[in-house]
């Protein structure tokens, strides 16, 4: 404990897991996510790559995914679902909330 009666933050095991991460994430070939339900997102949330494990929160996720459809990619090979048509045959929608490109 620290003087302030705070617990001491040990920087070293949060950079060494954060490291180990940023390097599942590099070194993965393609990233595969499972999909989830819109209403289980939550500011901060994170998802895990079903090949490498490395884990990204899902700003980093939707960025990801429109990189690698900005490379003429589709993004459901990284999340399926991303772009799929309802069954009720309204328009694609994002996982994010966009309804339109």
Partial sequence: MT????????????????SANRDKLDACPRHLFAPFPLESIRLGAKVE????????DLVALNFYIRGFEAAGRNGNDILPGWKDTADDGTPPRRHFGNVED
């Fill in 3 to 18: 003087d302030a009666g705070k617990p001491k933050t040990d920087y070293k095991r949060i950079f060494a897991e954060v």
């Fill in 49 to 56: 790559c079903k090949r490498c494990g490395g884990r990204m």
